[in-house]
């Protein structure tokens, strides 16, 4: 089985065959939209798109990990993180593709 990443540039390429503008400005338009989304979230801690998902900035807590090959302990700092959450919708296209 073949595992491929869906790139940037793969969505840009998908934005200029669906509507048809040139290919930079189809580039232009997934780089806005990241750059827009990332900058809302840091401001918000939580997006949500309709008909789409959940975006939101989650704590983690200070904790001890272990090294799985020398079976180590190491702690892990805090971070926060990005979690999705899909909506009912792609969760229902989800299960109907299987």
Not at 8 to 29: A, C, M, P, T
Request: glycine share 4%; proline share 2%.
């Amino acid at each position: 089985m073949f595992k491929k990443n869906f790139t940037k540039r793969d969505l840009g390429n998908k934005v200029n065959q669906k509507i048809g503008f040139s290919k930079n400005f189809s580039y232009s338009i997934v780089d806005n939209f990241f750059e827009i989304l990332m900058s809302e979230l840091t401001k918000t801690s939580k997006i949500k798109i309709s008909s789409f998902g959940t975006f939101r900035i989650m704590s983690k807590k200070e904790r001890v990990g272990r090294n799985p090959k020398t079976k180590i302990a190491a702690n892990i700092s805090a971070r926060k993180v990005v979690k999705f959450k899909p909506s009912s919708l792609v969760k229902k296209k989800l299960i109907n593709d299987e």
